[in-house]
Structure formats: C-alpha cells, structure tokens
C-alpha cells in the first residue's frame, strides 16, 4: 500500500512538474525560477523525511535542472549536495559520495565557500556512520573553516556540533564538551531555541558520561521544556529518555520512572516497535533498582516481545541477557542459563562482539555460582578474549603504521648502499677503459693520464663515499628520530588510554559503589552496620578523588579543554600553593590554541622542568615566559636554585634532561640549557608555530 502510495505521488509531482514547465516555461524569467527551485527543495524535504525516496530523487534531480537553466553556480553546487543527502538518506554511500564530492570539486572551482563547507560536512557524517572516525574528523574540521571563510554562524555550529558527535562516538568527552558548548554559545546568541535543544541534549549526554548528573539532568529538563513548547515529539521522548538515565544513575527512581511512563505513553501515540522495545527494557530496569520484582519481570518480557516484532535483533538480545540476570539473581539458574544461551547464539550469528564478552562474563559468573568451575572458566576466558581483541584493535593498528614506517627507512637506507656500490662499479669501468686508450699515448702521457685517472677516481670516490655516510646517516637520524618520535606519542596515548579508563572504568565502578552503599544506608537500621557502612562510604570517596588526582595527572583534562597557557597556569597555581616557591608567568602571547600534539609536548616539558626545580633545586622562585617571533615561539624557564654541573648531567644522560630534549625534538626545536653550581638554571626553547 506504502509503495503504491509513493508511486502515485511521483507520477502527481511529475505531472505537475511537466505542467508547471509548459505553462511559466523554464525561461519565463529568474525569479520565477528561483522560487520553482524553492518549491523542489522544499517537496524534496518532505518526501525525504517520509522516506519515499524516489520522489526525492526527482525533486533533487529538478532542482539540478533549473540551477543549470538559471546558470547560479551556488544553487547548483547545492542541488548537487542535495542529492547526495538522498543517496546517505536511503543508506547507498556510494551514490552519495559520488555526488557529495561533485558538488565539493564544483565548489572549490567557484569559491564556495558555503557550499563546500556542507559537503564536507554531509561526507563527515558518513564517515562516521562507517566508523571511520578519522576520516570524519578531518572532513568536519575542514568544514569549519570554510563555514569561518564563509562568515556562516548557523553552518560554523552545524559543523562543531557534528565534530563533537565524532569526539563523543570515539570517548573524547573533553573535545567533544568543547565543540558542543561553542554550539550552544552560537546559537544562544543567535536566539536559535530550538536547535539549542539538540546541543543541550548533546552536552547532557558528556557530563553524564563524566559524572557530572546534577548538569545532565538541568539540561535534560530545558531540552525537555523547549521541546515541549514546539511540539517536537521525537525530542520528547529523546529528553525524557535521558532524564529517566540520569535519574536512574543518581538514585532518584521515582523520577526515572516517572520520566520512562510519560516516554512510553507518546512512543505509544506515535508507534515505532524497536522504541518501545527499549524503553520498556530501561523502565524493567529502574523497577530492578526499585526492588519491584514482579513489575520489572513483567516489563523485561513486554520489552522481549516489541524487539521480536520489531526484527531488531540487538534490542531482543538486551531483553534477553535482562531475562537471564533476573533468574540468576533469583537463584534460577537453569531458565537465565537459557536465555544467556539463546541471546549468545544472536549475538555470534550476528557479530555483536560487545554483547557476546557481557554474556560471557555473565554466564562465567552463573556457572561459578552453581560450582561449575570448569565451565565457568571456558566462558571467563571466552569474556576475556573478546574484551581483549576488541581493547588491542586499535593498538594492534598504530604499532602496524609504525612498523610500516620503520620498514620504508630501512628499505631506503638498503637502496642507496645499493645505488652507491653501482656508482662505484661504473666509475670503475669508465677508469679501465680510459687506461685501455691512453696505452697508445707516449710514456709521460700515460704516467700523467694514470695519475690524474687515481687523483680523480680517489676524489670521486672519497666524494661519494662522504655522500653516501651523510645520508645513511641522514636516514639513520631520521629513523632514530620515528622511534623517538613513535614512543612520546605511544606514552601519551597510553596516558590517555590509562586516564580515561581510570576516569570511565575505575570511577563508574566506585560512584556504582556508592550508589549502592547510599541504598544500604538508607535501609539499615542496626548501628553497628551503619557505622561500617559510613567508614566504606568515606574511604570510596576518597578512592574517587584519588582516581580523579591520578587520572588529572595523565592527562589534564583542562589541557584538552582550555589549551596549554591555562593548564601551565594550573600547574603553576598547585605549585605556588604549596607555600615553597614563588612563581611568575607570563604567557599571554600563548592564548592562542596550538595543536593538540605541540600542547601536550610542551606541557610534558614544563613539567619535567617544574619537577626537577621541586625536586632538586631547593629554588625560592621560578620564572616562566612566552613570546612569539618569526614564526618561532619562544619559552624561558628560570629557577634561582642551586644548579648544578652541565656537562656532567649531560654525560650521565638524565632521564629528565633527555625527555625534555626529545620531546623538543619531536616537535622540530631547539632547547639550550644554562646552568653552574649555586646560580640557579635557565631553559631556553624555540618550537616553529
């Protein structure tokens, strides 16, 4: 019926479209045309939005037709990208790419600026739909800039909103918090009310995932209300959704539940099965948490049976696991080994590798219980090495670049010993035949010719020879300089790595921890528990602010956030804290954002100096100041400590010397060390910006 539906209105379109053409005419005049091409666009919107894709395509297809007749080239590099947007609408990225890079090309060619900023960012957004995360980074950071070129607002906090999506999508909370916050300021500005409702949710989302819920949950509730006021269901639902999470998260169920009944009772209105699925999964969930067995069974098995009818596959999975948890936690274990059973058979057909190490690990921890130990441990060690595969996925492809690279230094060095030993054998040959030649020459001649044929051979030789060692050693450097290079940036990986894992990992178990003792506060009665239960309570909270100090450590989260001046300032505040030195800054020439690997280099090299002052000077005061010149900045490190001998913590190779000067090195400087017993010390360091 559906099908039939969108035949009858292609065929309405198309008959009205032919009229129109014959009754105006295409050259009837510009602004008539300009507002047929209006009207396409507008007709392509609608169909597209109710997925009648054909009718889309013609309209699309239209508008490119009347942009070539008025010869605008800005509605023509549009009407191009529209139809790419239709080919990412209906899932052929392949057509989309086509035309989505047509249209850049043709941009580019008419300085578009506008117009090729949209492309880029359309090619983002599939990008990330095809997980590939960096391809989507680098198009919608491109497509900022040309938004900036443009002077376009509206586009530049399209395109940031979209980079924070990628940010969030790869667990970068910190950038993906910065683009969605310069979002929102956008559009705050711009009096946009409702696309400010998308950011807020957007931003809700990354302080939940920080654990910031007291800020989720506000922003939730103004998504929620403007949503509201506009009427906008689907957004409704999105912000009652995640109310319901933060909620749920923070020990507030009655709210949860409130915010999944009212979630429910639209998603009911507008009927979408897979929705409903899920929400019921998240309402049986709460009701968990609530101790109300019987409501969250029930709900757990009405989820089950809306993903079965929906097709989705990875909702009924979910319902599954939820079903097999419920029973084991009940003591049931022989009908939740029955749905782990059934729900890891999806998850294996279907390649959930994420679903199957959480089934895994559940159905370990049910043989366990029931003392099946040998079983428990095939399914732990099947638990460990999905999480393990799916954890060194990503190593496993940066260590193959990095070989990668190392190969190709050593296959050229290889190829010009090589070239080097032709040349040499060459300029043999050509100094025998010049010998063969001059034998028929007078004795003198001869002597001469042998002599001048030795000078030159040994001239040319010790030439080459000098030639070839300075670039083996050219390439020896250059490949000395990967490693080096390949190790600071492996160690500032790890330390993300390592920080976001204490912050996402560690941290969520301790607030889980808490959340769970708060619940047992609030049911125990007995002194003697409460009193154990409130020295638990205050030693995990002290375990937090450890792992929130140590995780800060790693990776400052306001380097990310705020750029290297104000996390230099940070570190410096701490020190002058402390009460033993006194420092001076000067750094605002640094205001300006640097890239991110430069930011962290520097920042590593500030604080292996802060830390050899701290730890070794015995200095009052320290001095720190940046200036920019040539291209070049400029930064000076003093400290009026005792110093100490140059040449032999040069010899001896400092850990923390040698730190500072690869890290200088990676980032193509130079850094000059000024330092004698009892004077104190001086860094001086130039880096091109």
Do not use: W
Not at 30 to 47: A, G, L
Not at 285 to 307: P, R
Not at 567 to 591: H, P, Q, T
Not at 613 to 630: D, F, V
């Amino acid at each position: 019926m559906k099908h039939s539906q969108t035949i009858i209105c292609t065929l309405i379109s198309f008959f009205l479209f032919s009229h129109s053409i014959a009754f105006f005419g295409i050259g009837s005049g510009q602004d008539d045309n300009r507002e047929k091409y209006k009207m396409y666009s507008d007709q392509r919107i609608y169909y597209q939005k109710h997925f009648s894709f054909d009718s889309a395509h013609y309209f699309a297809d239209s508008m490119i037709f009347l942009a070539k007749s008025i010869n605008d080239p800005d509605l023509l590099a549009n009407a191009i990208r529209i139809k790419g947007t239709v080919y990412k609408k209906s899932g052929n990225f392949d057509s989309a790419f086509y035309y989505l890079h047509k249209s850049l090309i043709y941009s580019k060619q008419n300085n578009l600026f506008k117009q090729l900023a949209a492309a880029e960012t359309t090619i983002g957004n599939i990008f990330l739909l095809l997980g590939e995360s960096d391809s989507a980074i680098l198009y919608q950071e491109r497509s900022m800039q040309n938004y900036t070129l443009a002077g376009d607002s509206l586009g530049i906090a399209f395109a940031s909103n979209n980079l924070g999506t990628v940010f969030k999508v790869q667990g970068n909370f910190e950038k993906a918090l910065s683009n969605f916050l310069l979002c929102e300021s956008i559009y705050e500005t711009l009096g946009k009310k409702t696309r400010m409702a998308y950011v807020q949710l957007n931003i809700g989302n990354i302080y939940l995932k920080m654990d910031e819920h007291d800020k989720a949950i506000e922003l939730f509730q103004k998504c929620y209300e403007v949503s509201k006021s506009n009427k906008n269901f689907e957004m409704i639902i999105k912000a009652l959704i995640n109310l319901g999470i933060a909620d749920n998260q923070s020990g507030n169920y009655e709210e949860a539940k409130k915010a999944y009944l009212e979630a429910i009772e639209i998603r009911k209105l507008h009927t979408d099965y897979r929705s409903l699925a899920t929400l019921y999964a998240d309402l049986a969930f709460v009701y968990g948490n609530m101790n109300s067995d019987d409501l969250e069974y029930d709900y757990i098995v009405k989820a089950l049976a809306l993903a079965k009818k929906s097709g989705s596959l990875q909702v009924e999975v979910q319902c599954l696991n939820f079903l097999g948890v419920y029973y084991k936690e009940r003591g049931n274990y022989t009908k939740a080994e029955k749905y782990f059973i059934e729900a890891i058979g999806i998850s294996t057909t279907h390649g959930y590798l994420d679903r199957q190490s959480v089934l895994y690990h559940n159905l370990s921890d049910l043989y366990e219980k029931k003392d099946q130990m040998s079983s428990s441990l095939r399914y732990f060690k099947l638990y460990k090495s999905i999480s393990d595969s799916i954890l060194n996925e990503s190593k496993f492809k940066i260590i193959s670049e990095l070989h990668t690279k190392y190969e190709k230094k050593n296959d050229e060095t290889r190829i010009l010993q090589l070239r080097n030993e032709m040349a040499n054998k060459e300029l043999e040959k050509k100094d025998i035949r010049l010998e063969r030649n001059t034998i028929l020459g007078t004795g003198t001649t001869l002597i001469i010719i042998l002599i001048l044929s030795l000078v030159i051979y040994r001239i040319r030789n010790r030439k080459n020879k000098v030639i070839s060692e300075q670039k083996i050693q050219q390439l020896e450097d250059e490949k000395n300089l990967l490693e080096a290079q390949s190790v600071i940036v492996g160690q500032e990986n790890e330390r993300k790595r390592i920080a976001q894992e204490l912050h996402d990992g560690i941290g969520v178990l301790i607030s889980t921890a808490k959340i769970h003792f708060g619940k047992v506060l609030k049911n125990t009665k007995d002194s003697a528990t409460l009193d154990l239960v409130k020295k638990a309570d205050k030693l995990l909270k002290e375990a937090g602010e450890e792992v929130r100090g140590i995780s800060h450590n790693m990776m400052p989260g306001v380097l990310s956030k705020f750029g290297l001046a104000d996390a230099i300032e940070d570190l410096f505040d701490e020190v002058a804290d402390s009460g033993k030195v006194e420092v001076d800054i000067d750094l605002k020439v640094m205001e300006e954002r640097l890239p991110e690997n430069t930011e962290v280099m520097l920042f590593r090299v500030v604080q292996e100096m802060v830390n050899n002052t701290l730890k070794y000077a015995e200095a009052k005061h320290i001095t720190i100041s940046a200036k920019k010149q040539n291209n070049y900045l400029h930064l000076q490190y003093t400290d009026d400590g005792k110093g100490f001998d140059e040449k032999a913590v040069l010899q001896n190779k400092s850990l923390g010397i040698s730190g500072i000067r690869s890290r200088i090195n990676f980032l193509k400087g130079k850094v000059q060390l000024k330092s004698s017993e009892g004077k104190g010390t001086v860094y001086l360091i130039s880096i091109p910006v």
